[in-house]
Antibody, heavy 123, light 111 residues
Framework: EVQLMESGGDLIHPGGSLRLSCVVS????????MSWVRQSPGKGLEWVAK????????TYVESVRDRFTISRDNLQKSVFLQLTSLRVEDTAVYHC????????????????WGQGTLVTVSS | QAVLTQPPSMSGAPGQRVTISCTGG?????????VHWYQQLPGTVPKVVIY???NRPSGVPDRFSGSKSDSSASLAITGLQTEDEGYYYC???????????FGGGTEVTVL
């Protein structure tokens, strides 16, 4: 059974930093792209970042570029998201998700999700 | 504001049909990028119900169907059931933003 479990969310002041972790099981982690997707009541779902199998290809949504850093440790079967210079609008539940390219499709999709970890940015 | 536009809410009686639209632009759906649809039931994480515009993953009832035309896509739910209540999101890719993009979500209520 595929499982993803996030941790690290917290209440943090604007400008602060936080590190989120996601440990996975039930599939060959080092064969898959991984991603972070956040969900907030006001903005719905928003893709944040993705990382390829060996960590050599990384992409971010523009709103977090230069503030967030995605990384992975294949031995620990974990993916991480370092959040810095946090803003109120970064408040959300952060999900890690497996990113797959379905056969015959031009766009990857998120086929497995963790329950998420809540990041609240407030003074 | 989401890149892909969905109606905020839709409703229908049990057994009826609801169709949720997802409108994009020339740099995403209109450029030929596929659309996927997710169902998020209360207290759960999103689950794929349609991928590649019209394909159903195994285990998803054939009451769910998808289509795409020009810069828009649609998810239809026929024979609406109470267990279909929840939020539905479309997702694609935007070449200008170089990002995966979602619709704002549609809350489906069964009357």
């Amino acid at each position: 059974e595929v499982q993803l479990m996030e941790s690290g969310g917290d209440l943090i002041h604007p400008g602060g930093s936080l590190r989120l972790s996601c440990v996975v099981s039930g599939f060959p982690f080092n064969n898959h792209w991984m991603s972070w997707v956040r969900q907030s009541p006001g903005k719905g779902l928003e893709w944040v970042a993705k990382i390829n199998e060996d960590g050599s290809e990384i992409t971010y949504v523009e709103s977090v570029r230069d503030r967030f850093t995605i990384s992975r440790d294949n031995l620990q079967k974990s993916v991480f998201l370092q959040l810095t210079s946090l803003r109120v609008e970064d408040t959300a539940v952060y999900h890690c998700a497996r990113l797959v390219g379905p056969e015959g499709s031009t766009v990857a999709l998120f086929d497995s999700w963790g329950q998420g970890t809540l990041v609240t940015v407030s003074s | 504001q989401a890149v892909l536009t969905q109606p905020p809410s839709m409703s229908g009686a049990p057994g009826q049909r609801v169709t949720i639209s997802c409108t994009g632009g020339r740099s995403n759906i209109g450029e030929g990028f596929d659309v996927h649809w997710y169902q998020q039931l209360p207290g759960t994480v999103p689950k794929v119900v349609i991928y590649g515009n019209k394909n159903r993953p195994s285990g998803v009832p054939d009451r769910f169907s998808g289509s795409k035309s020009d810069s828009s896509a649609s998810l239809a739910i026929t024979g609406l059931q109470t267990e279909d209540e929840g939020y539905y999101y479309c997702q694609s890719y935007d070449s200008r933003l170089r990002a995966y993009v979602f619709g704002g979500g549609t809350e489906v209520t069964v009357l």
